[in-house]
Structure formats: structure tokens, C-alpha cells
């Protein structure tokens, strides 16, 4: 009867031990990519999104102000919410996206569209932000504008790419480039 007992506590401490080794070991490291930073609007680098802003149905002041401003953005992500601050001369635009997938629902203007319902979820891969907006345009329109954000050359630019997709016309797209500031 000793030696059973004995047994089963050297199996409780032994499993106890394995246990604390387990929990007390550091968290994983993410392998998404952290997108926090100061970044600055590359427009040399970028495409202009006059096209995609025209589809939408943004007045020609817009588009031509998109297409000469230079815009600062500050961005902060922690593991559940992405905020990005962009300003310039007479702009400014707050959003907030959460990244576990789930569906917002939003009243924000986006490039001359009413976003209505925003879900933001990282690619299959985990390199890429995917944040896809249901949309309406003035003219009524419905679709989809989808944001693609990433980072390259070392994390030194982000990416994003504008995809609009509205029902029964042509799929436009736009690609901006924004540099990190030390």
C-alpha cells in the first residue's frame, strides 16, 4: 500500500513540474508584422487613386487634392486593434479596425464612399492585412472596397492596395507607398 501511494505522488510532482514548465514559459512571438510607426506618403512611389476615387463617384476637387497631398499616418497595433491617424493640410481620418475577423459596423467615408460594414483579417500566410469594406457610393452603387496592408523592404514601407469591386462594373485598383520615419 506504501509504494502505490508513493507512485501516484511522484506522478502528481512530476506532472506538476512538467506543467509549471509549460505555463511558465514565454508567450510565442507573433509572426504577423507590426505596422506601428510614423510612415509618410510616398506619392512618386504610389499610384494615383483619382481612378478608383472616380468609380466611387468623389468630385474632381477630391481626386486631384488626393493626388497632390502628402499625408503623415500615424499607426498603433497591438494584437486585436490596428488605429491609423492620417493627416495633411485640411484631411484628417481616424479608423480603428479589429483584426480577430469579426464584423464592424461603421458610417465612415472612405476615398468618396460610405463604408457601412468593415472586417479586417490577416492573409492565410499571416504577412498581410486584408480590411474589406462594404461600400456604398453617392450614386447609390454597392460593392466592396478591399485594403490590402503590408510591409516591405525590411519594414522600411507599407503597402496598400485599393481594390474596389462594385456590382456589375470593372474591378479598379490602386497602390500606395508609405515610408517609415525613423
Given at each position: 500500500?506504501?509504494?502505490p501511494?508513493?507512485?501516484?505522488?511522484?506522478?502528481?510532482?512530476?506532472?506538476?513540474?512538467?506543467?509549471?514548465?509549460?505555463?511558465?514559459?514565454?508567450?510565442?512571438?507573433?509572426?504577423?508584422?507590426?505596422?506601428?510607426?510614423?510612415?509618410?506618403?510616398?506619392?512618386?512611389?504610389?499610384?494615383?487613386?483619382?481612378?478608383?476615387?472616380?468609380?466611387?463617384?468623389?468630385?474632381?476637387i477630391?481626386?486631384?487634392?488626393?493626388?497632390?497631398?502628402?499625408?503623415k499616418?500615424?499607426?498603433?497595433?497591438?494584437?486585436?486593434?490596428?488605429?491609423?491617424a492620417?493627416?495633411?493640410?485640411?484631411?484628417?481620418?481616424?479608423e480603428?479596425?479589429?483584426?480577430?475577423?469579426?464584423?464592424?459596423?461603421?458610417?465612415?467615408?472612405?476615398?468618396g464612399?460610405?463604408?457601412?460594414?468593415?472586417?479586417?483579417?490577416?492573409?492565410q500566410?499571416?504577412?498581410?492585412?486584408?480590411?474589406?469594406?462594404?461600400?456604398?457610393?453617392?450614386?447609390?452603387k454597392?460593392?466592396?472596397?478591399i485594403?490590402?496592408?503590408?510591409?516591405?523592404?525590411?519594414?522600411?514601407?507599407?503597402?496598400?492596395?485599393?481594390?474596389?469591386?462594385?456590382?456589375?462594373?470593372?474591378e479598379?485598383?490602386a497602390?500606395?507607398?508609405?515610408?517609415?520615419?525613423?
Amino acid at each position: 500500500m506504501r509504494f502505490p501511494l508513493l507512485r501516484a505522488l511522484a506522478a502528481l510532482v512530476c506532472l506538476g513540474v512538467l506543467s509549471l514548465s509549460e505555463t511558465s514559459a514565454a508567450p510565442e512571438p507573433t509572426d504577423k508584422p507590426d505596422l506601428s510607426g510614423l510612415w509618410i506618403l510616398d506619392l512618386k512611389a504610389s499610384t494615383s487613386v483619382g481612378p478608383l476615387m472616380k468609380q466611387i463617384g468623389a468630385g474632381f476637387i477630391d481626386r486631384t487634392y488626393a493626388a497632390v497631398t502628402k499625408l503623415k499616418a500615424t499607426v498603433h497595433q497591438t494584437n486585436q486593434i490596428l488605429t491609423i491617424a492620417a493627416r495633411g493640410p485640411d484631411f484628417a481620418l481616424d479608423e480603428t479596425l479589429y483584426l480577430d475577423g469579426r464584423t464592424d459596423t461603421t458610417n465612415q467615408q472612405l476615398l468618396g464612399a460610405t463604408a457601412f460594414k468593415t472586417r479586417t483579417a490577416w492573409s492565410q500566410d499571416g504577412k498581410r492585412l486584408v480590411a474589406t469594406h462594404q461600400i456604398k457610393t453617392k450614386q447609390g452603387k454597392q460593392g466592396q472596397l478591399i485594403i490590402t496592408r503590408y510591409l516591405t523592404d525590411g519594414g522600411k514601407n507599407l503597402v496598400a492596395v485599393y481594390t474596389l469591386k462594385l456590382d456589375a462594373e470593372p474591378e479598379t485598383s490602386a497602390r500606395q507607398i508609405w515610408d517609415k520615419q525613423a
